[in-house]
């Protein structure tokens, strides 16, 4: 949902906001909805700044201990937020019913729209999640038949919903891209290695931009100096590896 051109979330935040509504207590309503404490109070306080007032509200404490509840703003939120879910429902409906397979590019449209600095966007599935005491492992399958590996703190994990079949998108930027030439025999510590060929060289003053074209039609650019370009002798049809290290890839999902 985007008020006033601020975006406040999506149907996991209003759903948080329901279930403080319903439990009247922030441990409840966190546990209700499969959210850390910290994660949700992270996620009330993104709210209620990007709102510009309170949307949730400590109660004082007394006879039965205090708890939280939703400010007329934040009840005013989850109504509506059910109303455009009912009518979004509808309008897609009745998309269907004219015109096949319209809803899916409706959804395509909106990724297409998506504006980011990071030059390599890709969207997959979540195929695994390997959880740690801080950081997650997040194993996310392209419709190539490539992985894209990432690191991602706990907290963020679990705010994003990142489960395995949750669609969700990762970035990287060009400059965080190393490329090495096929066959050199050496081993690295970059967990995510996508090989291709190179499909276009775009010299600059300083850098020079690859990009390769992927099995499956997919494609990465990476950023690299015009001396390494040069003495790596990459030209178009050059088969390369891109290398890029888990933390350097920026998980997302779709709003």
């Known amino acids: 949902m985007t008020v006033g051109g601020e975006q406040l979330g999506g149907a996991g935040r209003v759903a948080l906001l329901a279930a403080i509504a319903e439990h ?21 306080d993104a709210m209620n700044n990007l709102a510009g007032e309170p949307l949730v509200e400590r109660l004082a404490g007394g006879k039965g201990g205090g708890g939280t509840r939703l400010t007329r703003r934040g009840r005013q939120l989850v109504d509506n937020f059910r109303l455009i879910e009912i009518e979004h429902a509808r309008y897609l409906r009745q998309l269907g019913s004219q015109a096949e397979g319209i809803a899916d590019d409706l959804l395509l449209i909106r990724r297409m729209a998506m504006k980011t600095t990071a030059r390599n966007q890709f969207l997959g599935k979540v ?39 949750v669609e969700a998108f990762a970035l990287i930027k060009a400059s965080s891209i190393i490329l090495v030439l096929d066959g050199d025999g050496a081993r690295f510590s970059a967990r995510n290695e996508l090989a291709g060929k190179v499909t276009r060289v775009q010299k600059g003053a300083v850098n020079t931009e690859v990009v390769l074209e992927l099995p499956g039609g997919g494609t990465i650019a990476a950023m690299i100096t015009n001396q390494s370009c040069a003495e790596m002798g990459l030209a178009v049809g050059s088969v390369v590896t891109a290398l890029f290290k888990a933390s350097s890839v920026i998980l997302g999902v779709p709003a």
Request: with cysteine; aromatic share 4%; net charge neutral.
């Open 24 to 44: 009247g207590s922030i441990t409840q309503a966190a546990r209700a909805v499969k959210m850390s404490y910290k994660a949700a109070w992270d996620a009330i």
């Open 127 to 165: 195929a695994q999640v390997k959880a740690g005491a801080v950081n997650d492992e997040v194993i996310l399958a392209l419709p190539g038949g490539q992985q894209i590996v990432a690191i991602v703190t706990r907290d963020s994990c679990e705010s994003l919903g990142l489960a395995s079949g």
